[in-house]
């Protein structure tokens, strides 16, 4: 089925093309997010596919009280400006509070409600009047047909630039589980789909301290929502996973991101000529 079709920068979500979004989960330090913006660039101009880069500057609700967060906000922003401005990528970011949302908005060209606050009407309601397009991660709690409120909440603003991603359920104590079956049905809404293929393989708080991932599961599920129809695949990566501040464990390695891409344009569009997305 068609779908409204949202633009940021330059990347189109719902049109014919297959759209990437991707990053390091957290902004570690200025030149590290930028060396990766830059290398995520490249291989999206290689591939000819649409890219908005991604990284947080804070992440409010890790595990432990010890672990790092990010930059915070103020600092985290201008990281993100200087990223835009040298390398031409739309931005994509966190917002965790009602008050981030229009300040984020200077910078970022999608506002991204965390999955876990999925449900929040505040935050919904002043991601949605910045007037920028609002991904909203499906919460884990939450079965497809739950998103409907929430577009409700974003659509009663008068903003119709809505994003979906599915990013698992859980599926027993840390554990999540990828049903193909919610992104036709979030697509039926008219908007565009999105499939987290690295928050999928996330085993949450199973790390004690942290969550734990199983990163090789990445592509093979990212190959199966592309088959499936999705306007769009999201990837949190980074240059050395193993060393990431957050979520390195499920985190795609940076220089294998070009092959997978590669990969994800094909299938795609063996995919749209057999129908999977109409």
């Not at 490249?42 to 992440?59: P, T, Y």
């Not at 990528?89 to 984020?104: G, K, S």
């Not at 990566?237 to 193993?242: A, G, M, N, W």
């Not at 060393?243 to 092959?259: F, P, T």
Request: charged residues 20%; neutral net charge; glycine residues 10%.
């Amino acid at each position: 089925m068609s779908v409204v079709q949202v633009t940021a920068g330059g990347v189109v979500f719902g049109d014919a093309a297959l759209a990437i979004i991707a990053g390091p989960c957290v902004i570690e330090n200025e030149e590290a997010c930028l060396r990766h913006a830059a290398r995520l660039a490249a291989i999206s101009r290689a591939a000819n596919m649409g890219l908005v880069f991604k990284s947080s500057f804070d992440k409010a609700n890790r595990t432990s009280i010890s672990s790092y967060r990010g930059p915070g906000l103020d600092a985290g922003l201008e990281i993100l400006a200087r990223i835009k401005r040298e390398t031409g990528l739309p931005i994509l970011t966190d917002i965790h509070e009602p008050h981030q949302c229009a300040v984020a908005a200077e910078v970022a060209d999608i506002l991204q409600v965390p999955a876990f606050l999925a449900r929040q009407t505040d935050l919904l309601l002043a991601a949605a009047r910045t007037g920028r397009i609002v991904n909203v991660k499906k919460g884990q709690f939450l079965a497809p047909w739950d998103m409907r409120p929430a577009i409700a909440k974003i659509e009663s603003t008068g903003n119709g630039k809505i994003l979906l991603t599915e990013r698992g359920a859980s599926f027993g104590y840390n554990n999540l589980v990828s049903d193909m079956r919610s992104l036709v049905i979030m697509r039926s809404f008219g908007y565009p789909v999105v499939f987290d293929a690295t928050h999928s393989v996330q085993l949450p708080g199973a790390g004690g301290e942290g969550s734990g991932g199983q990163r090789e599961f990445v592509a093979p599920l990212a190959r199966a929502a592309v088959a499936t129809g999705v306007d769009a695949v999201f990837m949190e990566v980074h240059e050395d996973p193993e060393r990431a501040l957050s979520d390195g464990a499920n985190s795609y390695r940076l220089d294998q991101v070009g092959v997978l891409i590669d990969n994800l344009k094909r299938i795609h569009e063996a995919a749209s000529a057999a129908g999977a997305r109409d």
